[in-house]
């Protein structure tokens, strides 16, 4: 019997890599992404597209959510508020988008409950992440319970996070490993073109490819 696997897949190397993970547990993907007025939305859409086709997904879902844009609330997703070039800062940064991971989960687990998949896959990395509260694992371990309580007895669905605990180093490491095209994946807050190299997510991916001793193959405009 086949087992079928949601892939939250954002376009960036984390949630390609737990994608890969999930096909190479022998899953069948339904993979889903989220458009949801960040800055980056085109080229995270492209990139999504480019890692579920290359892990064989068999449904792909594109869910547009603007009432991230409307709130505003977060620099990613209003234009009058600057992304941070300074450097990683301590506490929640102006980049956390309110409570999406919660609603990414959400949505991802009535598409699971239509598709009778028995797992969920989502990229999250609490150790060496950017702080957010979303992320932690204990958060997801809640929202998993949360979910099967709010579903069928027969849905039962697990929430699976294979990254949770590693650096970026070590996610640059296994992706190399498993061969996902880190060329098709995309991190930095502010570009679509040339990454900008000085935002959070950009320092953190930059840090993990040099801490790997890989050339990241991604161009950056500094």
Not at 104 to 124: M, N, Q, T
């Amino acid at each position: 019997m086949k087992k079928i696997a949601v892939c939250i897949i954002s376009g960036g190397m984390d949630s390609a890599l737990s994608a890969k993970i999930a096909q190479k547990d022998g899953y069948e993907i339904v993979a889903l992404h989220f458009n949801y007025g960040q800055r980056t939305e085109a080229k995270e859409l492209d990139c999504f597209r480019k890692v579920a086709h290359s892990v064989g997904a068999v449904h792909h879902y594109e869910i547009d959510l603007p009432f991230f844009e409307a709130i505003g609330a977060s620099a990613l997703t209003d234009k009058s508020i600057d992304v941070p070039t300074g450097g990683i800062e301590e506490g929640v940064p102006i980049t956390y988008v309110p409570f999406r991971n919660g609603i990414f989960l959400s949505i991802a687990s009535a598409i699971a409950e239509k598709h009778g998949a028995e797992a969920l896959f989502i990229g999250v990395v609490e150790e060496d992440s950017s702080g957010y509260p979303d992320c932690r694992e204990t958060y997801i371990n809640q929202m998993q319970k949360a979910i099967n309580l709010g579903t069928k007895d027969e849905t039962n669905l697990q929430i699976r996070m294979p990254l949770v605990a590693l650096k970026k180093s070590q996610i640059v490491t296994q992706s190399k490993a498993l061969g996902v095209s880190l060329e098709n994946t995309w991190s930095c807050y502010k570009e679509e073109e040339k990454a900008c190299g000085v935002c959070d997510s950009c320092r953190l991916r930059l840090k993990g490819f040099a801490e790997a001793g890989v050339v990241d193959p991604i161009s950056y405009a500094s």
